[in-house]
């Protein structure tokens, strides 16, 4: 069996006129704006960053704007896009660009994977697109065409496979047109080389050995199963007299990490003594808890259960905010959508419409 033939030629043949030509991070084009979308488009489809893509835009022009602004008008504008370390790294990146590279992009894909958020084949993409640099880049897209057009078996994400995957993906890449050679491999992942790929369309099919051998089914093959974690934690919704919520911000690191949010116990009893000891102001009244909901995560899944307690006190100005707020906070994309939820339950009902948590209101010592 013969090594099946270069990529390159049908595949720019392909995408000149196939192609996706009106990316919006393409037109204009600029380093600034490729870093941008390549950093939302790690672990996220085209269609859903694109609104978030315009919206940096709008607000954050130039890499100057980005290092200037609070780290919470950026996170606010990332809120729902999750994975929040690439915020936080966005943020720092373009900081550090602008101290320590005089705010120019370096071309070399070497000095662009030692910024903040900018792992080798992110950084590949960068200079490969905003530079036309010979850079080969490993997205999930082009995993999936490599592992099917070369017929490589096992996981991706396993050592061995991504070596061999990182291999393929440096040999195929030509010296000619790396720009576009790097768009038209993703584009053919993400438009005809799908999960259910559409064959009798590709462009590269003649060549392709898992078409050859019936076998693209088989490929890229699934993450080996493990069952993922239930976590359990009771979120509390704190609100004053004037139904204002009480949120706190996360540490910087970890899971949310810099966002705001509801404080979180693994117990109610953890719960009931923060309350009764101190932290919220005095006059707590009517606990009550939503029924759960679940969020899932790569390594787990979170169950939600909200607790919800009406304080008569004052309140901690600063750290209580109106409905009217809520939905431009930085806040975790659960938390974003339950109180989306309890915002509507609110309008139509007149009340929170929760359940009784405590048959007897223990109220506060
Ligand atoms: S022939 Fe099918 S499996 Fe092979 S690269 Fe094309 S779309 Fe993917």
Redesign the pocket.
């Given at each position: 069996m013969s090594a099946p033939p270069p990529l390159a030629p049908p595949l720019l043949a392909w995408f000149a006129q196939e192609g996706r030509h009106d990316l919006p991070w393409k037109s204009p084009s600029s380093p600034y704006r490729i870093w941008l979308s390549e950093i939302m488009l790690q672990q996220t489809q085209v269609q859903t960053v694109k609104p978030y893509f315009a919206r940096f835009i709008e607000a954050f022009p130039t890499l100057q704007d980005l290092a200037a602004a609070p780290l919470d008008a950026v996170l606010s504008l990332w809120s729902g896009l999750g994975y929040y370390a690439r915020a936080r790294n966005l943020h720092r990146c373009a900081q550090t660009i602008l101290r320590e590279h005089g705010g120019i992009f370096p071309e070399d894909p070497a000095v662009l994977v030692t910024l903040p958020g900018i792992g080798p084949s992110t950084a590949n993409a960068i200079a490969a697109q905003a530079f036309n640099v010979r850079a080969p880049i490993l997205d999930g897209n082009v995993k999936?065409?490599l592992a099917?057009?070369f017929a490589v078996d096992g996981w991706p994400g396993s050592p061995a496979v991504a070596s061999t995957l990182w291999a393929l993906a440096d040999q195929e890449t030509p010296a000619a047109a790396p720009a576009d050679y790097t768009q038209a491999i993703m584009d053919?992942g993400a438009l005809?080389?799908r999960r259910r790929?559409?064959?009798a369309r590709?462009p590269?099919?003649a060549g392709?050995e898992?078409?050859r051998t019936g076998t693209?089914g088989e490929r890229p093959a699934p993450r080996p199963r493990k069952d993922r974690p239930l976590r359990r934690r009771f979120f509390l919704l704190a609100f004053d007299g004037e139904g204002a919520l009480f949120l706190k911000p996360r540490p910087p690191e970890g899971l949310w990490g810099g966002l705001l949010s509801l404080p979180e116990f693994e117990a109610l009893e953890e719960l009931n003594a923060v309350l009764a000891a101190e932290g919220l102001p005095p006059g707590a009244n009517a606990w009550t808890q939503d029924a759960p909901f679940e969020h899932g995560f790569t390594h787990f899944r979170l169950e939600i259960t909200p607790v919800h307690v009406h304080l008569t006190g004052p309140g901690e100005t600063g750290a209580f905010y109106a409905a009217e707020r809520w939905p431009t906070l930085p806040l975790p994309a659960p938390v974003k959508r339950y109180l989306r939820g309890l915002s509507e339950r609110r309008t139509t009902d007149g009340e929170n419409g929760v359940l009784p948590l405590f048959p007897e209101n223990p109220g506060r010592s």
């Amino acid at each position: 069996m013969s090594a099946p033939p270069p990529l390159a030629p049908p595949l720019l043949a392909w995408f000149a006129q196939e192609g996706r030509h009106d990316l919006p991070w393409k037109s204009p084009s600029s380093p600034y704006r490729i870093w941008l979308s390549e950093i939302m488009l790690q672990q996220t489809q085209v269609q859903t960053v694109k609104p978030y893509f315009a919206r940096f835009i709008e607000a954050f022009p130039t890499l100057q704007d980005l290092a200037a602004a609070p780290l919470d008008a950026v996170l606010s504008l990332w809120s729902g896009l999750g994975y929040y370390a690439r915020a936080r790294n966005l943020h720092r990146c373009a900081q550090t660009i602008l101290r320590e590279h005089g705010g120019i992009f370096p071309e070399d894909p070497a000095v662009l994977v030692t910024l903040p958020g900018i792992g080798p084949s992110t950084a590949n993409a960068i200079a490969a697109q905003a530079f036309n640099v010979r850079a080969p880049i490993l997205d999930g897209n082009v995993k999936r065409v490599l592992a099917r057009y070369f017929a490589v078996d096992g996981w991706p994400g396993s050592p061995a496979v991504a070596s061999t995957l990182w291999a393929l993906a440096d040999q195929e890449t030509p010296a000619a047109a790396p720009a576009d050679y790097t768009q038209a491999i993703m584009d053919l992942g993400a438009l005809l080389c799908r999960r259910r790929p559409d064959c009798a369309r590709c462009p590269v099919q003649a060549g392709c050995e898992s078409f050859r051998t019936g076998t693209v089914g088989e490929r890229p093959a699934p993450r080996p199963r493990k069952d993922r974690p239930l976590r359990r934690r009771f979120f509390l919704l704190a609100f004053d007299g004037e139904g204002a919520l009480f949120l706190k911000p996360r540490p910087p690191e970890g899971l949310w990490g810099g966002l705001l949010s509801l404080p979180e116990f693994e117990a109610l009893e953890e719960l009931n003594a923060v309350l009764a000891a101190e932290g919220l102001p005095p006059g707590a009244n009517a606990w009550t808890q939503d029924a759960p909901f679940e969020h899932g995560f790569t390594h787990f899944r979170l169950e939600i259960t909200p607790v919800h307690v009406h304080l008569t006190g004052p309140g901690e100005t600063g750290a209580f905010y109106a409905a009217e707020r809520w939905p431009t906070l930085p806040l975790p994309a659960p938390v974003k959508r339950y109180l989306r939820g309890l915002s509507e339950r609110r309008t139509t009902d007149g009340e929170n419409g929760v359940l009784p948590l405590f048959p007897e209101n223990p109220g506060r010592s």
